[in-house]
Structure formats: structure tokens, C-alpha cells
């Protein structure tokens, strides 16, 4: 089952993740194997670590909720909080395998919260440039919570684009990039 983690950092909180950068690595080695995307997020100049973002295949809820909450960073109070949710890769692939490159434009991780019906649970244009993409699902793997997808694009508001605007309560964007020793 995969599953869709995001810790996002406590304000103030910087001085401890670079004290914890590997324990958190050594941590996440752990799960290389597992892992389909990783990274951290970022204010939108670049300049400020906001959270941390990993899409890991585990067993089940239990396993889950044990890579989340065991992290060392949450561990030692670093992270405000941790969205984890049941995932569903819609490309089929790692962001290992993604096919553009990495170095040219900016990558963001875009989550749509999302209320009632199902939305975009196809692929929308331009699969080169997506990283990642699929549902949020709650713990019965069916009902559809949101939308979270790695992508590229130029600006925060053409990665916000990839989503039906009107159909979540609430689309957040974060600058990420690609993460891990992989």
C-alpha cells in the first residue's frame, strides 16, 4: 500500500533538522527500497526549509504511521505536524525514473485538499513534466480526500494549474525538490 507523508517544519525549527540531518538520513536509508519520492519543500524563494516530503509502499496503516511518527525529526519536536494519507501512483514510476531533467526548472509539490466528489483522477496534460501523481485516499484506500502531485513547471501558479481549481477546498504549493542519497 502506498502511503503520501508530508511533515511540515515547526517555525524556528531549522537549527535541530541540520543537528538531526543524519539520523534523518540513516533513518530514510531504512526505507530505500520503499521509497517512490522524496524531497524537501521550501518558501517559494528557495531560501527557507518548510517540510519534508516521502511516498513510501509499507504494508499497512500500522507500518505507515510507524515510518511517520518514528522519524527522528518528529521525533525531537522539529515538525509542527504530518499529513498522512493513502496514496495511488498514477504514473506507475519513481521520481528516479522521471524522464525530464532535473537540473532545468523548479519542481513543486502541489496538494489539493479536496471535498466531495472525486477530482482529477486522471492525468492531466503534460505527464513529461510530473513527478508525481495520484489520489489522497483515507485508510479504506476508496474515499478520495485530495490530490497530491510532484511536478515541474515554471512558476507556483502553473504548478497550482494541473488541478481543478474549484473542486478542492483548499490547493497549497510548496517548492520542493528532489530528495535522498538514492
Given at each position: 500500500m502506498e502511503y503520501f507523508c508530508y511533515h511540515r517544519d515547526r517555525p524556528g525549527s531549522l537549527a535541530l533538522r541540520e543537528e538531526l540531518v543524519?539520523?534523518?538520513?540513516?533513518?530514510?536509508?531504512?526505507?530505500?527500497?520503499?521509497?517512490?519520492?522524496?524531497?524537501?519543500t521550501?518558501?517559494?524563494?528557495?531560501?527557507?526549509?518548510?517540510?519534508?516530503v516521502h511516498i513510501v509502499d509499507l504494508p499497512?496503516?500500522?507500518?505507515?504511521?510507524?515510518?511517520?511518527?518514528?522519524?527522528?525529526?518528529?521525533?525531537?519536536?522539529?515538525?509542527?505536524?504530518?499529513?498522512?494519507?493513502?496514496?495511488r501512483?498514477?504514473?506507475?514510476?519513481?521520481?528516479?525514473?522521471?524522464p525530464g531533467?532535473?537540473?532545468?526548472?523548479?519542481?513543486?509539490?502541489?496538494?489539493?485538499?479536496?471535498?466531495?466528489?472525486?477530482?482529477?483522477?486522471?492525468?492531466?496534460?503534460g505527464r513529461d513534466e510530473l513527478i508525481a501523481y495520484g489520489p489522497l485516499l483515507a485508510d479504506d484506500g476508496d474515499t478520495w480526500l485530495g490530490t497530491a502531485a510532484l511536478v515541474r513547471a515554471p512558476d507556483p501558479d502553473a504548478a497550482r494549474?494541473?488541478?481543478?481549481?474549484?473542486?478542492?477546498?483548499?490547493?497549497?504549493v510548496h517548492a520542493w525538490e528532489f530528495g535522498g542519497r538514492r
Open positions: 543524519e539520523e534523518h538520513w540513516s533513518y530514510m536509508d531504512r526505507y530505500v527500497e520503499e521509497l517512490s519520492a522524496r524531497g524537501p521550501f518558501t517559494h524563494d528557495g531560501e527557507t526549509l518548510t517540510g519534508s499497512d496503516a500500522a507500518a505507515a504511521r510507524a515510518f511517520a511518527f518514528d522519524e527522528p525529526n518528529y521525533q525531537a519536536g522539529a515538525y509542527r505536524d504530518v499529513l498522512l494519507r493513502r496514496w501512483n498514477l504514473l506507475g514510476r519513481t521520481m528516479w525514473d522521471f531533467d532535473r537540473s532545468s526548472g523548479s519542481q513543486y509539490l502541489v496538494l489539493g485538499l479536496g471535498e466531495g466528489p472525486a477530482a482529477d483522477l486522471d492525468l492531466p496534460p494549474g494541473i488541478l481543478t481549481q474549484d473542486r478542492y477546498a483548499n490547493i497549497e
